[in-house]
């Protein structure tokens, strides 16, 4: 998988395509660690472009929520598909995920 | 490769090895279903395919030995549900079954819940050194989201 990557310094956007699945996870994790150990905590994941999520894609976004919210930031999801949405209610991860409609919306307060 | 299947469903089928490539092979399989179905509800294809994945989700990471599992998928377009048939060669295991969704904080352990919620029907038994899944979808009817 690959993905978007738009620093706007005092948020980044990260923007995957595709399948984000147990192939595509780890990849996206391993570049949300980089970034909040290097200061950068406020995310947003554009899903514009995800057109299916596993429970390994949603694995990913509940670690990189709790470690960006660890370094006092966060990790916001913004234009999730039927699917994701779905998926999101499912498992009630639209708890403490809940999809903004847009990436403009997810950053509203930042 | 296609045919008429037991009860006259029509029947979609793949073989190959149970890795992280072939899940692409599992969703194109059930696109090919739903493309020569168009009867079929969107919203029944989404869901069932999002469980129908985990299961082969963890087939392909708990299967053992690593890279040489071998796996058949078989799904049949019923007129009143959509069936999903998973066999393979890994090694004896009992799932737990009937575990409740994880909490919010959890970062794995989602899968055969999602499944579980997702399907009327869903059953494993270990047979002739195979496990083997069935797993059914109604369709036009609950579990919804």
């Known amino acids: 998988m690959s993905f978007e990557e738009v620093d706007k310094d005092t948020y980044v956007v990260l923007a995957p395509e595709g399948k984000f699945n147990m192939v595509a996870a780890p990849t996206l994790k391993t570049r949300i660690d980089d ?76 | 490769m296609t045919g008429d299947g037991e009860l006259g469903g029509k029947e979609y089928v793949l073989e190959g090895f149970a890795v992280p490539d072939q899940l692409d092979a599992v969703h194109s399989l059930l696109a090919q279903a739903a493309g020569d179905n168009p009867e079929l509800d969107p919203m029944d294809v989404m869901l069932f395919e999002t469980a129908v994945i985990e299961i082969a989700n963890n087939v392909v990471e708990h299967g053992r030995p690593v890279g040489e599992v071998r796996w058949r998928f078989t799904v049949r377009v019923h007129e009143d549900e959509i069936e999903a048939l998973l066999d393979d060669t890994g090694q004896q295991f009992q799932p737990r079954r009937g575990e409740d969704m994880p909490g919010e904080d959890a970062e794995g352990g989602r899968g055969l819940p999602i499944a579980e919620a997702l399907l009327d029907q869903i059953d494993f038994r270990r047979m002739d050194d195979t496990n083997h899944w069935h797993m059914v979808r109604r369709l036009g009817q609950s579990p919804q989201i």
């Open chain 1, 35 to 110: 970034l909040v150990a290097a200061g950068k905590a406020r995310l947003v994941v554009d899903l514009h472009k995800v057109d299916f999520i596993d429970s390994s894609g949603l694995g990913a976004l509940v670690a990189g929520t709790k470690v960006a919210r660890k370094q006092g930031g966060d990790l916001r999801v913004a234009a999730a598909g039927d699917q994701v949405r779905a998926v999101l209610k499912l498992t009630n991860l639209d708890r403490i995920l809940a999809p903004y409609a847009t990436v403009e919306e997810a950053l509203h307060d930042w």
